[in-house]
């Protein structure tokens, strides 16, 4: 599949600054009330300093990452930035992306989320999103599910994913310190996650 890489990530900026002020209320009731701000203003500078121009998949990522990097406070911003550059690794060099190009990319991702956050599925965080949407992805693929069908299946895991983070309670970050009074509120970043693999499945459909 062919795609023009800066179109892609302006496409997951503008999702992320429409929903900012969404973004932020749900972590103005487990965090630091700063989600979506953040998220918003890393993106801004992504859209900003990321080459129009350049059709090198894996370079665009990897600057992603590092601009998310050093304009997003929090922990978003470590967290998202390594995720960016990890996948931008694996797909350096690349102008298009097959099935498989995509699930290298998101397995690389979670890796480095995991690597970077010391996190888990299960601890309220956006591996809750993040992992059962790679799962579904690869099953979906390994019977012969075509790009597309994989990543709507792997939007539906990750909304399923948001739901589930209602029902924990918080291990990791600033949440954690509510404990139980955490539960019932979903994790902001799942529900940006999902957003950015929704936006990616969105893209590549039109």
């Known amino acids: 599949m062919s795609t023009r890489i800066y179109d892609c990530l302006k496409a997951i900026g503008d999702k992320i600054i429409e929903n900012k002020d ?20 890393g993106f801004q500078s992504v859209i900003e300093k990321v080459s129009q121009d ?3 998949i894996g370079a665009c990522l990897k600057k992603t990452g590092m601009t998310l990097l ?20 694996v797909l350096m060099g690349k102008e298009t992306l097959s099935s498989e190009d995509l699930r290298l990319a998101l397995e690389a991702a979670i890796a480095g989320i ?33 790009t597309i069908e994989a990543l709507d299946a792997a939007c539906v895991a990750a909304n399923e994913g948001i739901e589930y983070t209602k029902t924990i309670a918080a291990t990791k970050g600033r ?15 799942a529900t940006s996650l999902t957003f950015t693999l929704e936006t990616i499945r969105d893209f590549i459909k039109g």
């Open 22 to 41: 969404f973004l932020t209320d749900l972590d103005r009731e487990i965090g630091d009330a700063d989600h979506g701000v953040n998220m918003a203003r």
């Open 54 to 56: 350049d059709p090198d």
């Open 70 to 89: 050093s304009t997003v406070g929090g922990a978003s911003g470590p967290l998202y930035g390594t995720a960016y550059m990890e996948a931008g690794k």
């Open 114 to 146: 995991q690597k970077r956050g010391k996190a888990e599925k299960g601890e309220k965080t956006m591996l809750d999103s993040l992992i059962p949407a790679y799962e579904v992805y690869c099953d979906k693929i390994a019977n012969g599910a075509s």
């Open 175 to 189: 949440a954690s310190y509510l404990g139980d009074r955490s539960i019932g509120h979903q994790d902001p970043g």
